[in-house]
Structures are given as C-alpha cells and as structure tokens.
T-cell receptor, first 110, second 114 residues
Framework: QKEVEQNSGPLSVPEGAIASLNCTYS??????FFWYRQYSGKSPELIMS????GDKEDGRFTAQLNKASQYVSLLIRDSQPSDSATYLC??????????FGAGTRLFVKA | DGGITQSPKYLFRKEGQNVTLSCEQN?????MYWYRQDPGQGLRLIYY???????QKGDIAEGYSVSREKKESFPLTVTSAQKNPTAFYLC?????????????FGPGTRLLVL
C-alpha cells in the first residue's frame, strides 16, 4: 500500500516566523515530489516541486528532500496571514497514480 | 486565458438521480484526472485519461463513469450506484500524463445530496 503521511495539524505560527511542514512517503522508488497549497473551499495550486536530494528555494519557500529517509519538507519563511491554508504533499507512484497526503492546516497569527 | 473550467460550482443530487460534472481544459494537455476530496482527507483518484477515447479506473471508480470524446473535455457522471456522493470533486490535467508532472486543477464542483 503506497502511502503519504502528513501531520494534520493545525500548525499555528506567529507572523514572521518559519513554518515547517513535513511529509513522509512509503515508496523508496519515488522520484518526484510536489507541494500544493489549498485555501478553504478552493482547489489546490502548486507551490513547489522537487526531484533531487537537498534543498530547493523559491522566494519564501524552501523544499527539502531526503530520499534515504523518505522525507520531504516545506519551509515557509517570514510567514504571513495569507499563508494560512492546507498544504498537501503529493507523490507520484509510477504510471499515472499520484498519492496526496491528507494535508497539514497552517494558521499564521497576525 | 488558458486553464481548466469546471461546472457547475455547486450541484444538488436527488436520490436515484445521475448527475454529470463538466470539466474542460484549453491547455492542450493530454492527460486528465478526476479526484474526490472529503473533509480532512487527501484527494482520491476516481478516473484518469491519457488520450482521447481511453480512460482508466482509479482507486474509487465504483459508482462513477467518464468519457473522453475530445481532448479538451472529460466529464464525470455520478450514478445512482454511488451511495455517498457528497464531496468536493476536482478535475486536473497534465501535459503528457507521465505521472511525474505537475497537475493543474480546476476550481472544483461541490456535490450535495438533497
């Protein structure tokens, strides 16, 4: 059974702090990893993708991948109230099937 | 503007009724997907299609049907056999459908049972 696990939260951080969101996956063969942001009542939108071990930075967002530990994380620096959303980790498991985690709810307090 | 459209935004189904959710994309993407999202849960794959006139069942296909007669369109029918259809339905597409690509989502349809 292919699985993607996330802490459901809610994760609450003060404005300006770093929010750290974590995701573990079960398939050692997975090659690509995606983070989506989903506002309440809206559809998911892509935040970051990462394919290689290490860090990938895009503005205030940093994705970190450790394939040996089967672990991918998303860091949000200088968190803003507008970052309050659910963050979904998504891992393709070969072919056309992508498994989405249940998501972590993030609240950024002003 | 390129994108994915879904209609209607809200849909109400009566007992025993079949309803169809529309999904259209003008991104020229080959692959299209239907997901179901229940509160507090991740997205679950219902059906996907790689090319016109071909589609495959996902994890929760029972009670649903699809067609792919045109590249741009991938409608989903929720049949009366689906006993618990209340959910948020999301259509997505990706360029080549190799499974390793970003998926782009439509705005979703919320289905409610009367």
């Amino acid at each position: 059974q292919k699985e993607v696990e996330q802490n459901s939260g809610p994760l609450s951080v003060p404005e300006g702090a770093i929010a750290s969101l974590n995701c573990t996956y079960s398939d050692r063969g997975s090659q690509s990893f995606f983070w989506y942001r989903q506002y309440s009542g809206k559809s998911p939108e892509l935040i970051m993708s990462i394919y290689s071990n290490g860090d990938k930075e895009d503005g205030r967002f940093t994705a970190q991948l450790n394939k040996a530990s089967q672990y991918v994380s998303l860091l949000i620096r200088d968190s803003q109230p507008s970052d309050s959303a659910t963050y979904l980790c998504a891992v393709p498991f070969g072919g056309f099937k992508t498994i989405f985690g249940a998501g972590t709810r993030l609240f950024v307090k002003a | 503007d390129g994108g994915i459209t879904q209609s209607p935004k809200y849909l109400f189904r009566k007992e025993g009724q079949n309803v169809t959710l529309s999904c259209e994309q003008n991104l020229n993407h080959d692959a299209m997907y239907w997901y179901r999202q229940d509160p507090g849960q991740g997205l679950r794959l219902i059906y996907y299609s790689q090319i016109v006139n071909d589609f495959q069942k996902g994890d929760i296909a029972e009670g649903y049907s699809v067609s792919r007669e045109k590249k741009e369109s991938f409608p989903l029918t929720v049949t009366s056999a689906q006993k618990n259809p209340t959910a948020f339905y999301l259509c997505a597409s990706s360029p080549l459908g190799g499974g390793q690509e970003t998926q782009y989502f439509g705005p979703g349809t919320r289905l409610l049972v009367l």
